[in-house]
Structure formats: structure tokens, C-alpha cells
């Protein structure tokens, strides 16, 4: 059990996938998992642990933002034992040729939060990444499955109404989206020598304004499910 976890040793798999939404941690759990068990309900941010295709695998929701991602991210990795996280959520795009329900994987987390500077107090900035072999393994998955995908920069920014943000020059210096937690998730991967992985769905396209309808989103989102309940699979 940990301050915001209420788990015991044991209830919680190696492998984490990690929605914003805890009501999408359920969905998971219901729709792909067997055997399931919930094993937190602190705050209701639920997190559940069941098999998929005879695997263990847990569900827990994070929360919006990066300090959010970080209390939950880093009390699964030192007190659970926890070795993988993969993100699943949404994102913005901020490119022309990504599309609204295209999947992005981030290879890389740019931040404006003060989180990543103050780890290393000033000194640098440091490039939040994935790890290779979870991006590696995703990607190929989703090609394989005829998914259009984009591997790239991501922006996690600490505001979600930013008007004062330049989208353009993100634009410009090839940042493909904009969502919440990515940088302070592979940040502690990075910390505590794990693993991480942030798969996102465009929801909205923030140069255009398009944006899905909510049978869209289900669809889609089910995809980007998918492919990381499967690069988290062993088999």
C-alpha cells in the first residue's frame, strides 16, 4: 500500500498501462481483461489488474497533468515493483498531415513545465524520451495492423487553456501534438532505470478545430488500446 495506491505487494503487474481517465482504466478492464481484480479506488482513480491473453496486466488511471502522472507513475515503479508504463490518451495535433484519429507515438516529451527543470535544478534541459524497445515494438505493431501512425516530439504542456502558447514555431520545430504527462512519465522511467512508452490518439486537431465525434473516439481509441496491450504482451 502507498499514499495515494491502495494496493498490497503482489496485486499490481509488471506492466502498466496508464489512461488519463480512471472510467477508461475500467473500460480496459472490462472489455479486454479476464480475471479482473480492482485493487485501488483512492481519490477514484481506479486501477484494476486481470490476464490478457493469459498475461498479467494492470490498468491505473493517472490523472490529468504531469504532477499527477508523477505521484502515480513513480509509486508504481519504487513501491510495486512496476518495470513498464505505456500512456494511452489523447492529444492534440499541431501538424497538417497528422489527422484527427491518427496515433502518435512520442519518442520524445517536450515540456514548459518547471517540474523537469527543477529535477536537475537548472543546470540543463533534459530530453525526456521513451524507451526504444516499447516504441520500437509499438510501432511495428501498429503498422502491422494498418494503423496511421507518427513517431516524434510531442509537446506535454503544464496549461490546457494556453493562449499564449506558439503553436507555429511548435509547429515548425516538427512537434507533432500537445497532451499533459508524457515528459514527467519518462522522466521517471529515466530516475528509477525503467520503462515508458506514451501512445496517443488525435482527438482534436488544434490548428483547425476539427475534432471526433464520441463513436469516433471509442474506435479509435480501442485501437491505440490495442497495440498497447499488445507491445506489453510477451508473446
Request: charged residues 20%; hydrophobic residues 40%; aromatic residues 8%.
Amino acid at each position: 500500500m502507498s499514499v495515494h495506491i491502495n494496493a498490497t505487494k503482489g496485486q499490481i503487474a509488471e506492466v502498466v498501462l496508464m489512461p488519463g481517465d480512471p472510467l477508461r482504466a475500467k473500460y480496459i478492464a472490462e472489455h479486454y481483461l479476464t480475471d479482473v481484480e480492482q485493487y485501488n479506488s483512492v481519490r477514484n482513480m481506479f486501477g484494476y489488474t486481470g490476464l490478457y491473453k493469459g498475461q498479467r496486466v494492470s490498468v491505473q488511471g493517472s490523472g490529468m497533468g504531469i504532477p499527477s502522472m508523477m505521484i502515480y507513475a513513480n509509486e508504481l515503479y519504487t513501491e510495486f515493483g512496476v518495470e513498464k508504463i505505456i500512456r494511452i490518451g489523447s492529444a492534440g495535433s499541431i501538424q497538417p498531415d497528422v489527422n484527427v484519429r491518427d496515433i502518435v507515438l512520442a519518442q520524445g516529451a517536450t515540456t514548459d513545465s518547471s517540474i523537469i527543470t527543477n529535477i536537475f535544478q537548472g543546470q540543463v534541459n533534459f530530453a525526456p524520451l521513451a524507451s526504444f524497445d516499447l516504441l520500437d515494438k509499438a510501432y511495428h505493431l501498429a503498422k502491422e495492423r494498418g494503423a496511421t501512425v507518427h513517431v516524434g516530439n510531442i509537446l506535454s504542456s503544464d496549461r490546457f487553456y494556453n493562449a499564449e502558447l506558439n503553436k507555429k514555431k511548435l509547429q515548425e520545430y516538427g512537434v507533432l501534438a500537445i497532451e499533459m504527462e508524457a515528459a514527467g512519465l519518462y522522466a521517471l522511467a529515466a530516475q528509477h532505470k525503467k520503462q515508458a512508452l506514451a501512445i496517443v490518439t488525435i482527438s482534436d486537431h488544434i490548428l483547425t478545430g476539427e475534432e471526433t465525434t464520441a463513436e469516433e473516439r471509442e474506435k479509435t481509441f480501442n485501437e491505440m488500446m490495442e497495440i498497447a496491450l499488445e507491445t506489453v504482451h510477451k508473446g
